[in-house]
């Protein structure tokens, strides 16, 4: 499919894939919505993009999260592609998790997609045609320590998606899920143990877990991805094949519990707990 002239919303758009995947629309000849909570990076991002909408926006504020999509649809008179990128992370070990945290997590990460998603699906089923991209996460499936409120909320938009997938097949709207995998995008979770960066969990050495971060991408590697799954719609896109490997770890506990125990002890020793 030709972007060309296509109306594209993606959210997070302020920082890491989803800037990435903003500025790869643009040059694909999409028109493009940028959504996220940050306005003045949103503002710096636009003015190098062409003539693109911006929509400060709060996906855990249900209310937002529906204008969000109004808003796209009124100023460029269609929605075409909805990218739900944005996501929040807040590290914690599981047995401590506040009622909070998941309260949090699950509103960025699973109903404010759903709202957008939703508030979209009027628009796509009208036009008779439209693309909800949805970005998933590996590490649902693997279990990783210390992130259960994003990886809880990230298993729930995974069913989520597949329950779409179907239910809205036959009204022209194509539901995609998308797993990046590891992508260096500086992104810092929020930890009452301070700031987090993302390499809380990574091993060094010569396993599977050292080989799958080492193979980290960027950003602008995910947004090529991103534009591609839009030119040629399909339902599930693995960034790498180590996502797909992971995806088979993640069936066999008998792997999957040393390699997560590994994960978890390299993110204790850097915590310091």
């Not at 959210?11 to 000849?29: Q, Y």
């Not at 028109?31 to 993009?49: C, F, G, I, T, Y």
């Not at 249900?62 to 075409?80: L, P, S």
Request: proline share 4%.
């Amino acid at each position: 499919m030709n972007l060309k002239g296509k109306v594209v919303l993606v959210t997070g758009a302020s920082t890491g894939i989803g800037r990435a995947a903003a500025i790869e629309f643009d040059k694909a000849g999409a028109l493009v919505a940028l959504a996220a909570r940050r306005k003045d990076l949103l503002d710096e991002l636009a003015s190098a993009l062409n003539d693109p909408l911006v929509v400060k926006t709060d996906l855990a504020d249900e209310k937002q999260a529906r204008d969000m999509v109004d808003k796209t649809v009124k100023h460029f008179g269609r929605i075409d592609i909805l990218v739900n990128n944005a996501a929040t992370s807040i590290v914690e070990s599981s047995e401590c998790v506040k009622r909070e945290d998941l309260y949090r997590a699950f509103a960025v990460n699973l109903l404010g997609p759903v709202t957008a998603s939703q508030q979209a699906y009027k628009y796509m089923k009208e036009q008779g045609s439209g693309h909800i991209i949805n970005i998933g996460t590996p590490g649902f499936m693997l279990g990783v320590p210390f992130y259960s409120p994003y990886v809880c909320s990230k298993a729930a938009f995974s069913a989520w998606t597949r329950t779409i997938q179907g239910e809205w097949s036959d009204t022209g709207i194509i539901v995609s899920e998308y797993f990046p995998g590891y992508t260096e995008t500086g992104a810092v979770a929020e930890s009452v143990h301070g700031p987090i960066s993302q390499d809380l969990v990574m091993n060094k050495g010569k396993g599977f877990l050292a080989r799958y971060f080492s193979g980290a991408r960027t950003g602008a590697d995910v947004a090529r991805d991103l534009v591609a799954l839009a030119m040629r719609p399909r339902p599930l896109m693995y960034s790498t094949c180590m996502e797909r490997i992971a995806a088979f770890v993640a069936n066999v506990p008998g792997i999957r519990i040393p390699v997560t125990r590994r994960m978890a002890a390299a993110a204790r020793k850097k915590l310091g707990i």
